[in-house]
């Protein structure tokens, strides 16, 4: 598979950068962050209109843009760099990327395009309280009713889930055990018997959310028991799109880094010029660029389909992850008590990185799930 990008996929991604250098300087992050929306709805409707972003790798068929997975990530890849304020990731990367492949015909026509034009905000429920991200440990329960489900139970670090328009959930039939039994249900905002409570969180810039369901109407997407099938490739395909914004990050603090050490001046000398900040960069750069290579690799996998996708997600989450976490803490020591400073971005993107790093499953996890998948293939 290709590592480079073709010059129309370049001219795209400078295109994004001037978007997002544009409508996402520090200065409005801290805004954003600080509101409990957590966004900028006409940058959002202009993101959605001028670019057409949300519906990137929606097809045409449901009013998207019709690109593939590659073009997603480089979005995301240019957000990460930005710390983008926006419910894209939910919408986008989880939302519309569940309904591509587990809804049917009839819900693809009915769903994707208000998520495509921006007008519907939706994301994914799938984690609940004191649980790991494996489907197979959900206990929210869905009961069949006269024309549709009740669901009850909670989910919890839910990406923009106190905002969301539209909630796809993740439950299970009473008595089931495991991936057995497993569903996936559309809930709407206004459905009753749902209470949604905004967390406190360490990163402020991804903002998530408790969601409560006391027999909430919901309706089946796609098929009933289906859920253990269709959710480990979606998850696959929003691990790979979290690697890419991930290192979109690691590249920003890796730039910061070297800015800052050809800045800052210390006993008459700058200090890029010590040995000890030399040897920090440089290992900076090879992780950064190994990580990019990875997520790369990732991205052009999932955009193929191929068959070793699930191993090479996990590889490019657990690896973008570690990187991310280890340029932020990085940048940070190379700049000195000032970035431990709140007026100082830095940490913004620290925080980000340990956010980024648990959401979806952390390092370990996704270690645990290669292993696995290797030996499976094997």
């Excluded at 400078?14 to 520090?26: E, H, Q, V, W």
């Excluded at 050490?261 to 210390?266: G, K, P, T």
Aim: some cysteine.
């Amino acid at each position: 598979m290709p590592f480079t990008f073709s010059d129309e996929q370049e001219e795209f991604r400078l295109i994004i950068r001037r978007f997002m250098d544009d409508k996402s300087p520090r200065t409005e992050v801290r805004q954003l962050m600080d509101s409990e929306q957590g966004y900028d709805p006409a940058v959002w409707q202009q993101l959605s209109e001028e670019l057409g972003l949300p519906g990137i790798h929606i097809p045409e068929a449901y009013g998207g843009q019709g690109f593939g997975f590659v073009e997603l990530c480089i979005v995301l890849e240019e957000m990460g760099r930005a710390l983008f304020c926006a419910p894209y990731f939910s919408a986008t990367a989880l939302a519309a990327t569940t309904i591509i492949h587990a809804g049917t015909e009839a819900q693809k026509l009915a769903l994707l395009p208000g998520i495509a034009s921006g007008q519907t905000l939706a994301t994914l429920a799938l984690s609940e309280a004191n649980q790991d991200w494996l489907p197979a440990n959900t206990e929210l329960s869905a009961t069949p009713a006269a024309n549709n489900y009740l669901l009850s139970g909670e989910k919890s670090y839910v990406l923009d889930g106190h905002i969301a328009d539209l909630l796809i959930v993740v439950a299970r039939t009473p008595g089931s055990t495991g991936n057995d039994g497993l569903s996936l249900f559309t809930v709407t905002a206004d459905a009753p018997g749902l209470n949604r409570r905004l967390l406190k969180s360490l990163d402020p810039t991804r903002k998530l959310a408790h969601l409560t369901f006391k027999q909430t109407p919901a309706t089946l997407l796609g098929e009933l028991n289906t859920g253990g099938d269709t959710l480990p490739p979606i998850l696959d395909l929003a691990a790979v799109a979290l690697a890419s914004e991930m290192v979109g990050g690691a590249q920003m603090m890796l730039q910061s880094a070297l800015d800052y050490a050809q800045l800052r001046m210390q006993f008459g000398r700058l200090i890029g010029s010590f040995q000890a900040i030399k040897h920090k960069c440089a290992d900076m750069l090879l992780d950064v660029e190994l990580a990019k290579s990875t997520a790369y690799y990732a991205a052009a996998a999932a955009a193929e389909g191929a068959p070793d996708l699930p191993a090479v997600a996990s590889l490019a989450k657990a690896y973008a992850a570690d990187t991310f976490m280890k340029s932020a803490a990085e940048c940070l020591q190379i700049h000195g008590g000032i970035g431990f400073t709140w007026e100082n971005d830095t940490h913004l993107y620290f925080k980000r990185a340990k956010s980024s790093e648990v959401f979806l499953g952390d390092p370990n996890y996704h270690r645990d799930q290669l292993v696995l998948r290797w030996e499976n293939q094997a």
